[in-house]
């Protein structure tokens, strides 16, 4: 721990302890990847006084990316699945935060971690199509 990061911790908690105001939100990012597995055999059922029983061994199906935002204060969650997690994708979830998602907050104040595809780059990077109306 050093003092950039305790500084950067300072501001989330700064930034956690405001209160509510609906048009600048806070909203928490994070995203994974996953396994997708399937079962190779059928699982046991249930039976009285024996839980349910599954087998160790799976198929695995690939990876999706889950993207995760959620706003504690409003009790607001949204999850987005995709194949990869790369700049572009990272940049598609911050545009459809900003025009779906508070089209008319002030401002999106989001809290995230420091992956490489999480930086302002990506977005200037990316080349997202213009928003539908726009000239």
Not at 16 to 39: G, I, K, M, N
Not at 77 to 82: E, G, L, Q
Request: charge should be negative; hydrophobic fraction near 35%.
């Amino acid at each position: 721990m050093n003092g950039e990061f305790v500084a950067a911790m300072e501001d989330v908690l700064d930034l956690y302890a405001e209160p509510y105001d609906p048009s600048r939100p806070v909203v928490c990012f994070h995203e994974t990847s996953t396994q997708l597995l399937s079962d190779v055999r059928e699982r046991f059922p249930v039976q009285p006084g024996r839980p349910r029983r599954q087998d160790y061994e799976h198929r695995r199906g690939g990876t999706r990316n889950l993207f995760l935002f959620c706003e504690p204060l409003a009790g607001w969650r949204h999850v987005a699945t995709t194949e990869r997690r790369t700049m572009v994708d990272f940049a598609y979830q911050m545009q459809w935060l900003v025009d779906v998602a508070y089209p008319h907050a002030t401002v999106i104040r989001v809290v995230l971690d420091n992956l490489n595809t999480h930086r302002m780059a990506s977005l200037y990077e990316t080349s997202l199509p213009p928003k539908p109306g726009a000239s």
